[in-house]
């Protein structure tokens, strides 16, 4: 009886001491430029997790929720030559941080952090690693990163007369203010 005692107040100051954080509303950008045309579309419901004790993160983004400010950009976007939304309805991350040490959750502040894991779009999964930054603020968490994702190594081609339009590599921006869970 002691033991069992002993692993459920264990187990209990575990999950007392894991901190869950979740946004529903967080927000990635992507970017495309070239000599023809800049493109541009944001997506503002983006699900994602952060474990504040194991440093994993967890991304989930509907693709259809990605807009754009001309309607023929979100058209081609969505159809079968670029993301192909009913087929691959999400994209999705999931990693860690590889420095959590570094990261005082506790306190206020910036923090520079480097996030590795597998980003998955369409029906090909590889590994990506992207530097950050995880600000604290009253309570509330912050991440924000840069990167870039050669669209090709994804199977996003395009039409042949739009080649020149889009870039080889696509700017994605992440922006995700969390909540405790």
Same mark, same amino acid.
């Given at each position: 009886?002691?033991?069992?005692?002993?692993?459920?107040?264990?187990?209990?100051?575990?999950?007392?001491?894991?901190?869950?954080?979740?946004? #529903?509303?967080?927000?990635?950008?992507?970017?495309?430029?070239?000599?023809?045309?800049?493109?541009?579309?944001?997506?503002?419901?983006?699900?994602?997790?952060?474990?504040?004790?194991?440093?994993?993160?967890?991304?989930?983004?509907?693709?259809?929720?990605?807009?754009?400010?001309?309607?023929?950009?979100?058209?081609?976007?969505?159809?079968?030559?670029?993301?192909?939304?009913?087929?691959?309805?999400?994209?999705?991350?999931?990693?860690?941080?590889?420095?959590?040490?570094? &990261?005082?959750?506790?306190?206020?502040?910036?923090?520079?952090?480097?996030?590795?894991?597998?980003?998955?779009?369409?029906?090909?999964?590889?590994?990506?690693?992207?530097?950050?930054?995880?600000?604290?603020?009253?309570?509330? &968490?912050?991440?924000?990163?840069?990167?870039? &994702?050669? #669209?090709?190594?994804?199977?996003?081609?395009?039409?042949?007369?739009?080649?020149?339009?889009?870039?080889?590599?696509?700017?994605?921006?992440?922006?995700?203010?969390?909540?405790? #869970?």
């Amino acid at each position: 009886m002691k033991k069992i005692c002993l692993i459920i107040c264990l187990l209990m100051g575990h999950y007392a001491n894991a901190q869950d954080y979740l946004t #529903r509303n967080g927000n990635v950008s992507l970017f495309s430029h070239t000599s023809v045309e800049d493109i541009k579309g944001s997506n503002n419901e983006v699900v994602s997790l952060l474990n504040t004790t194991t440093g994993s993160i967890e991304f989930k983004i509907a693709i259809k929720s990605f807009h754009f400010p001309k309607q023929a950009m979100e058209d081609h976007f969505n159809n079968s030559d670029y993301m192909n939304s009913e087929q691959y309805p999400k994209a999705s991350f999931s990693g860690k941080i590889t420095n959590l040490s570094a &990261v005082n959750f506790t306190k206020d502040g910036a923090y520079d952090v480097t996030v590795e894991g597998n980003l998955t779009i369409k029906d090909v999964t590889k590994p990506v690693a992207a530097k950050g930054v995880i600000t604290v603020s009253n309570g509330k &968490v912050i991440a924000q990163a840069n990167f870039s &994702v050669k #669209r090709l190594d994804f199977h996003i081609v395009g039409e042949s007369f739009m080649q020149k339009k889009i870039a080889d590599e696509i700017q994605v921006t992440v922006n995700c203010q969390y909540d405790k #869970r």
